[in-house]
């Protein structure tokens, strides 16, 4: 054998693996749109590019993932549709009502897809509003040919890199809904939303930090202290009308927030106290911090500097003036 038909062969064989590799992409049951966000509707589109064995594939069952809810499956023209339905893991608000059960499974059968053509399995659902950002939600397939089968329903451990499954489940990535704060989820059912800050004029002794904590755990947690890069230090505060006066005082205990509970900072009420900032805030600016919980621990958040306009219940001007006179 000459050295030419090597070379060529062993050209091939490197370019047949990089085609391996991304046909093989290209041929999992996969989902069109990867990524949706919370709180919103999703249009589920699996695509199917090659049956089992070279036979045309004749089933496919879609199993739906916790927090994929208001299921409804599309029919296909010469396939009939079954659905399964079953109670969901917890209760989920949906538009103005409660849903605790839905479709958790679909099945097209009966239809004929040859292993040459390529078709899509569609359904409408919705994302529910408590599905945190950065979730990848998996829907495992099992794919059912003339001959063979196709079990797409491999989800990677915590460690694995999913591109080394052979048969990955069809995912899709829950953004964070577009426009919205941030959200960060930490130990213990605790959630983080909506951390902001408010731009300052240069020189501003203070500024103010806003956020919402909500404690969707078991337990009570604590917040005990905050931190931001910017500001000399951080404390927690608490302004409420008393005797028709408005006062503040500092939380030197931190804010406990029960389980269940809902802790709004915002001005006129809680709030983080940025002392001593560096630099005036600009609006747009993300502001690097951290908050530590008694139980949950250090959370790394950030925070989005707001322009003056963005809160209505912003104290009288200068709120830097309702610190004035306030002794910490
Ligand atoms: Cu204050």
């Keep these: ?5 090597t070379l060529i062969r062993s050209l091939c064989a490197a370019s047949a693996m990089l085609l391996t590799a991304h046909t093989a992409v290209l041929a999992h049951a996969s989902l069109e749109q990867t990524k949706a966000s919370a709180n919103g509707s999703y249009k589920a589109v699996i695509k199917i590019g090659h049956g089992c064995e070279q036979t045309a ?8 993932p916790d927090g994929v809810i208001a ?5 296909k023209a010469g396939w009939t549709l079954a659905t399964q339905t079953k109670a969901y893991a917890k209760p989920y608000d949906y538009y103005h009502s409660t849903l605790t059960e839905g479709v958790r499974e679909i099945t097209w059968a009966g239809g004929n897809l ?3 053509h390529y078709d899509e399995f569609t359904f409408q659902a919705f994302i529910a509003k408590d599905v945190p950002a950065d979730t990848r939600l998996y829907f495992p397939v099992v794919q059912s040919c003339e001959k063979g089968r196709h079990d797409w329903v491999e989800i990677p451990a915590a460690n694995q890199n999913p591109h080394d499954l052979k048969s990955p489940a069809p995912s899709l990535l829950v953004v964070a809904a577009q426009g919205s704060a941030s959200q960060t989820v930490a130990a213990g059912g605790l959630v983080v939303t909506a951390t902001r800050s408010r731009v300052t004029p240069a020189g501003a002794p203070v500024a103010g ?3 919402t904590i909500t404690n969707g755990g078991q337990r009570p947690d604590r917040l005990v202290s905050a931190s931001v890069e910017i500001a000399d230090h951080t404390e927690i505060h608490e302004m409420a009308t008393k005797d028709g006066v408005m006062t503040m005082r500092t939380l030197p205990d931190g804010l406990v927030i ?3 509970e809902t802790v709004e900072f915002k001005p006129g009420s809680f709030h983080l106290m940025f002392l001593k900032p560096k630099r005036p805030l600009v609006e747009g600016e993300v502001l690097k ?3 530590v919980f008694e139980k949950a621990g250090p959370v790394s958040v950030d925070f989005k500097v707001e322009g003056m306009g963005g809160n ?5 001007a200068g709120a830097g003036g309702g610190h004035a006179g306030h002794v910490h």
Excluded: N
């Excluded at 054998?1 to 038909?5: H, Y």
């Excluded at 299921?71 to 029919?75: A, D, G, L, R, T």
């Design 71 to 75: 299921v409804k499956p599309m029919p």
């Design 114 to 116: 040859p292993d040459a």
């Design 258 to 260: 029960k389980p269940g």
């Design 289 to 291: 911090g951290q908050l």
């Design 1 to 5: 054998m000459s050295a030419i038909p």
């Design 312 to 316: 209505r219940a912003a104290p009288p």
């Design 209 to 211: 930090g806003y956020l």
């Design 57 to 64: 594939t004749t089933r496919l069952t879609v199993s739906i």
